[in-house]
């Protein structure tokens, strides 16, 4: 299958959020990929590879909107095994979800994968619009919050989390899934090629040293947004950003007895 | 062209779903700052209980009932919300972010070429709202400068909307239903007696620190005993001690209950970003340092295992001397 993967680069999520002013400072942020875009790269591999040979299928590609210094995840995912990167090239004022669903849709119209793999939502924005908004723009299925996906033929059966279980819906090739956490589970990927019996290690793979050596030679094509035919004119505009008020410090009590009488007359909570 | 069009969410068997209310209060809201009127619209097949219910709150109900329209996908759906939100001049299209918003909105967006604000907790204007970013450690404002404006509500933020004077209700056309090679097979739900968890009073969560999911039985019985539902953090429903979709934090559930009860959970920032809105929070954690405690009212050190089953007691004792 040829698949392409979207990553984002996020402050990594560990850090504390500093603010200058009245937007979010990132200036001393430490980048990283952001995680459910580790899983999407994490389930093309999966979906591309026969674990228990090593023998792999179809290709991977990952692509990234951003400064040049995002070629830095892009070369981590390399790292993991795709096969090559395309960066667009943008600055973060001129994106927003629609801006981004544009670009990738246009890389998309060029590339023509069968899949178009995604996180189900960047850790920094949160908004979990950009993968429906590109199926819509390309007039693909969509299967989103992905926990299981099994390819048969030309379409995918995917488990999808929703808030009360589980929901299977099936899509037809080229579509577009958006992956949630689960779906690095040992056996979450299902492609027909790997054997059934085959259990993954849980979460993404590390990069080898022989992968992170081959990264290096890898492409990363840079591209423009002119190129892409793209103009990107974000519709929504962030105003201003600010800490939430901090929750007042409570206190330890020294055992259940006093734990209850708070809770019945303080919180009145019982 | 100000008015709210607020997409209703149905249960399998075509009841209205009680999630959809916080949007509706959300709709009021809107329509209040533009001048506006809000509008329900109910789809799917068989929902006729559910658009009668859903009348009680809106100015006008649309209920689009439908054999195709079994099983909610977003490829059929979105296309019906686009074009009745232009037949009703809406400037703003919501519904509660669940898992039912959170998938179909985005399309309908995109269809309507609308901005699109996720996570609403707050209104400041028509088309200006407020948003948690970074796993809630940010505020954000954020405005929308399209002629139609689509909005995700958190359920936790808004409270259930009271029914108003009934309006209308009206029966519309599907028209043309596309799959775009999508289908709904089956849902698999997990059933459960206790209250939903978004909507519950009372939760109480276990973490890691429960070590294996038969452990877990202690926590029900002291849940049971409050009325409450059940929560998990991350590390327990990864390892299976519990179902997924007992899962609270950035991935999984915002709660925002009257009292929040977190045993063994250390309280990563994930976790922390979908419990922190609770009214009261009680940890009970043995490691005095865990993070928990920070967001905690009441936080006791002790062991789960000495902990909860004595909690459970002296609860019982209260329930019985207030009874």
């Not at chain 2, 009127?37 to 100015?59: D, I, P």
């Not at chain 2, 999911?213 to 926590?219: M, P, R, S, Y």
Request: glycine share 8%.
């Amino acid at each position: 299958m040829k698949i392409l993967v979207t990553v984002k680069r996020v402050p990594d999520p560990e850090q504390k959020v500093k603010f200058k002013g009245t937007s979010v400072d990132v200036s001393a942020a430490n980048w990283v990929i952001n995680a459910f875009d580790e899983y999407a790269v994490e389930t093309a591999l999966r979906l591309n590879e026969n674990a228990a040979t090593g023998e792999k299928q179809g290709e991977t590609i990952v692509m990234s909107i951003g400064p040049k210094e995002v070629s830095q995840q892009l070369r981590s995912a390399l790292a993991m095994g795709a096969d090559r990167a395309i960066l667009v090239g943008a600055s973060d004022e001129e994106l927003d979800s629609f801006a981004v669903a544009r670009i990738v849709k246009a890389v998309v119209d060029k590339e023509k994968p069968d899949l178009l793999l995604m996180g189900k939502l960047a850790t920094d924005g949160e908004a979990s619009q950009v993968p429906q908004i590109v199926a819509a723009l390309l007039d693909w299925p969509q299967a989103t919050f992905a926990a299981q996906i099994t390819a048969s033929g030309d379409s995918l059966e995917v488990k999808r989390e929703v808030d009360t279980g589980i929901e299977v819906k099936q899509v037809k090739l080229p579509a577009v899934v958006s992956v949630d956490l689960r779906i690095i589970s040992p056996s979450a990927v299902i492609n027909g090629k790997t054997p059934p019996t085959h259990s993954y290690q849980e979460g993404p793979r590390y990069a080898s040293l022989k992968g992170i050596m081959a990264a290096k030679k890898k492409e990363i094509k840079e591209v423009a947004l002119a190129d892409l035919g793209v103009i990107a004119k974000p519709v929504t505009k962030l105003l201003s950003a600010e800490p939430p008020a901090g929750r007042k410090a409570g206190v330890k009590v020294k055992d259940v007895a006093e734990l209850v009488a708070k809770l019945k007359n303080e919180a009145k909570v019982l | 062209m100000s008015n709210v069009l607020i997409v209703c969410e149905t249960t399998p068997e075509g009841a209205l779903r009680k999630a959809s209310l916080p949007a509706v209060s959300f709709g009021r809201q809107v329509a209040e700052k533009s001048g506006g009127k809000v509008h329900l619209l109910v789809l799917g097949s068989g929902v006729g209980a559910a658009a009668e219910e859903a009348q009680k709150y809106g100015h006008k109900t649309i209920v689009v009932d439908d054999a195709r329209l079994k099983g909610p996908t977003a490829e059929a759906y979105a296309p019906i919300i686009a074009r009745l939100a232009k037949e009703v001049g809406a400037s703003v299209v919501a519904a509660t972010a669940t898992s039912f918003g959170k998938d179909i909105l985005p399309r309908a967006a995109a269809l309507l070429e609308a901005g699109m604000v996720s996570d609403v907790i707050g209104v400041l204007g028509p088309k200006t709202f407020r948003r948690p970013m970074l796993a809630g450690n940010a505020l954000a404002t954020v405005e929308a400068a399209t002629a139609v404006v689509v909005a995700s509500v958190r359920q936790t933020e808004f409270p259930p909307a009271e029914p108003a004077a009934g309006g209308e209700l009206s029966k519309v056309d599907a028209g043309e239903v596309t799959s775009k090679g999508a289908t709904f097979v089956r849902a698999e739900t997990s059933k459960s007696a206790r209250p939903d968890l978004s909507e519950a009073k009372v939760v109480v969560s276990g973490g890691r620190g429960m070590k294996e999911g038969k452990n877990f039985a202690v926590l029900e019985t002291l849940t049971d005993l409050l009325g409450g539902a059940m929560g998990a953090s991350r590390a327990a429903t990864d390892a299976g001690m519990v179902p997924a979709d007992l899962q609270v934090g950035q991935t999984g559930k915002v709660v925002a209950p009257e009292l929040y009860i977190a045993v063994a959970i250390s309280g990563a920032i994930q976790h922390l970003a979908g419990m922190k809105g609770s009214r009261v929070i009680v940890a009970i954690n043995k490691d005095g340092e865990a993070p928990i405690f920070q967001v905690a009212d009441y936080g006791l050190v002790a062991t789960w295992e000495q902990a909860v089953p004595a909690l459970t007691e002296e609860i019982k004792k209260l329930k019985a001397a207030q009874s």
